[in-house]
RNA sequence: GCCCUUGUAGUUCAAUGGAUAGAACAGGACUCUUCUAAGGUCUUGAUGUAGGUUCGAUUCCUACCGAGGGCACCA
């Protein structure tokens, strides 16, 4: 990439004029128009040097016009000591071509080639309903395996669904009140699991309000664990399967496919034994008939946990270290990424720090990643109510919406359905990744989700309408040719700046940085395209005007594809 | 009480320690005989408070104020 040559560039020129080059930064100028790149280095040395920054800025550009490759335009000093570098443009006529030649993989690197990551996200729950924090932490992390992926990692995506535990039990509470109206296989999927997840909401609500409830719920978790009652256990594996059957349809839905999933079935078992193995060894106590982990212990920040409770069942905490182990075991990851929301994070603290003890090298390679959660601008929508936005129906209303929209467009009947649900999880998506993982996103239910502006549909658009583009110029036989003299426009210099966004972007595991890029990207296009005749017979500029928007085109599909959305072909 | 996260236009979000703090929505005015108007053009408007570090702070540090989350047998 450019960036590094200039870097070397730099370096050089400082230390011909026997400057400490220390630690300096090249950027992109707020305004484009005073070059492509900038760096303040002559600030930051003049103070070393004793000289003013202008003076010393100047000494420094006059150091590197001396060498000035020809992929540069030019090299100047501006503003208090700034020196803006803009490229020249048979760079841009270069990398233009490389775009249209490189098409789908434009924007991959080998970066983390050799590395081998595990990505764990969505983690919903069987009988229970599929939430919107489920729907964030699906489209977060599969933006992230993406982006790791591009840059040349081997990506391997797991989803741990939890399958025991107490909100199973709260479930199948509500189910034994509820047995005469357990739905038969003909009821149509969706209903039979949002039966479940009604069961699961009663059974809260009883957990919650009536002691006598309290205790009958904990014995059927004890019995669950223990695969002791046979009526009990036909409920449940039903339901399992059902709610793993639908969640699969939501995946498939959402543009997802994982390579391991583990239930917390399968993993409770390794968790206990290692808890017990740890506590003969000392890193876990007995307190109160639990056996818990005094992170205080070993860090002040860090606070108790309670691995098994006292019931000799493994909670949450022990079915971690079970899973992380067998991560470690079975995949042997160089990066593990855990993907939740950020209400997890102290319990992931202190959970890793356990880790650490117990299997030190898997721990160093583990990180997690936490997301903001999603609330409502309209006051909390408590999950008592019942009447909560899940993912499900987050899904299927703007889905609902978008159809409307498509009322009388120039579109096979056939056809919109399928668009309607690819510019529904766009807008979705969006929204979820236009900004920084770690905030909450405050969702306007009256306004609900925009399709104008800054928004999934619109970055589809400006796709679309490339495509229109570029299909009329192949009806008029105008092919796509990038003139080597053209003036790089903002377009172009934009373009070129697409593989270090990704870069940045999956070594901060960050996708909002692609999110804002392409809108960034479609704004220029649009504008562009409102004021310019793009596919003209008899214009000597069209072929140019082509390459180009096939070039924005690529781009913006490359992009979208990282956020892990499909662009359609018309909308 | 302690810990974590977080305070930017009326609202929802941007801004690798840099130059004039960007968008979108909402409000106002325009714009389809032309490649999709889910578009484009113009317009009003913001860094919680007080210090500190720095040539330079929305960004880093401290305190305060406000918001969200967490702190033993839920996940």
Do not use: A, C, H
């Given at each position: 990439m450019v960036i590094q040559d200039l870097k070397l560039l730099i370096q050089k020129a400082l230390k011909n004029l026997s400057l400490e080059a220390g630690d300096f930064t090249i950027e992109h100028p707020a305004d484009m128009s005073r070059g492509d790149f900038a760096t303040s280095v002559a600030l930051s040395l003049a103070k070393q040097a004793k000289v003013n920054p202008r003076e010393l800025a100047d000494r420094i550009a006059t150091e590197l016009n001396l060498a000035?490759?020809?992929?540069?335009?030019k090299m100047e000093v501006a503003g208090a000591g700034f020196i803006n570098i803009t490229l020249s443009r048979t760079f841009f006529a270069h990398e233009m071509e490389v775009i249209l030649k490189r098409?789908?993989?434009?924007?991959?690197?080998?970066?983390?080639?050799g590395t081998k990551a595990l990505v764990e996200y969505t983690d919903p729950n069987p009988l229970k309903v599929f939430h919107i924090g489920h729907l964030m932490s699906n489209a977060i992390g599969e933006s992230i395996a993406r982006l790791i992926a591009s840059q040349g990692a081997k990506v391997r995506r797991m989803c741990y669904q939890g399958d025991v535990g107490l909100h199973i039990a709260k479930t199948l509470w509500g189910i034994m009140r509820r047995e005469g109206e357990f739905?038969?296989?003909?009821?149509p999927i969706a209903d039979r699991v949002a039966f479940l997840g009604a069961c699961y909401v009663q059974g809260s609500n009883a957990y919650e309000d009536s002691p006598e409830a309290k205790t009958e719920i904990e014995a059927i978790n004890k019995k669950i664990y223990e695969g002791s009652d046979r009526k009990l256990m036909k409920y449940y594996k039903l339901g399992r399967t059902w709610s793993l059957d639908h969640l699969e349809g939501i995946y498939k839905k959402l543009g997802t496919r994982f390579d391991y999933y583990v239930l917390e079935s399968e993993i409770m078992h390794d968790g206990v034994a290692i808890v017990n193995e740890y506590l003969e060894k000392g890193i876990f106590e007995k307190s109160d008939g639990a056996v818990v982990f005094r992170g205080e212990a070993h860090d002040p920040k860090l606070h108790t946990r309670v691995f098994i409770n006292s019931q000799g069942l493994p909670t949450y905490e022990a079915k971690e270290l079970g899973l992380n182990t067998r991560k470690w075991k079975?995949?042997?990851?160089d990066r593990s990424i855990i993907i939740t929301a950020n209400e997890q994070s102290d319990y992931f603290r202190v959970v890793l720090k356990a880790f650490e003890l117990i299997l030190p090298e898997a721990r160093k390679v583990t990180e997690h990643v936490s997301h903001g959660m999603m609330r409502f601008a309209d006051g909390k929508m408590g999950?008592?109510?019942?009447?909560i936005i899940t993912g499900e129906s987050m899904i299927e209303d703007v889905e609902k919406m978008v159809f409307e929209k498509l009322v009388?467009?120039?579109?096979?009947e056939k056809d919109k359905a399928g668009v309607a649900e690819i510019v529904a999880v766009s807008a979705i998506k969006y929204s979820i990744l236009?900004?920084?993982?770690s905030s909450d996103i405050i969702y306007d239910f009256d306004k609900s989700?925009?399709?104008?502006?800054?928004s999934g549909p619109y970055l589809l658009y400006t796709a679309v309408r490339a495509g229109a583009i570029l299909a009329k110029a192949d009806k008029e036989k105008i092919k796509g040719k990038i003139a080597p003299d053209a003036e790089p426009d903002a377009i172009s210099r934009t373009l070129a700046r697409f593989p270090e966004v990704v870069s940045r972007a999956a070594n901060e595991k960050a996708p909002h940085y692609v999110a804002t890029y392409l809108t960034e990207l479609s704004s220029l296009f649009n504008s562009w395209y409102a004021n310019?005749?793009?596919?003209?017979?008899?214009?000597?500029l069209s072929p140019h005007r082509v390459a180009l928007t096939r070039a924005v085109r690529i781009v913006l599909v490359n992009g979208l594809d990282l956020l892990g959305i499909k662009a359609p072909e018309r909308m």
């Open positions: 000035k490759p020809s992929y540069i335009e098409g789908k993989l434009y924007g991959s690197s080998n970066e983390w080639r739905p038969s296989r003909r009821v079975r995949v042997r990851p999950s008592r109510k019942g009447n009388g467009r120039d579109m096979p236009k900004q920084t993982t989700i925009s399709f104008e502006g800054d310019t005749t793009i596919v003209s017979k008899d214009d000597p």
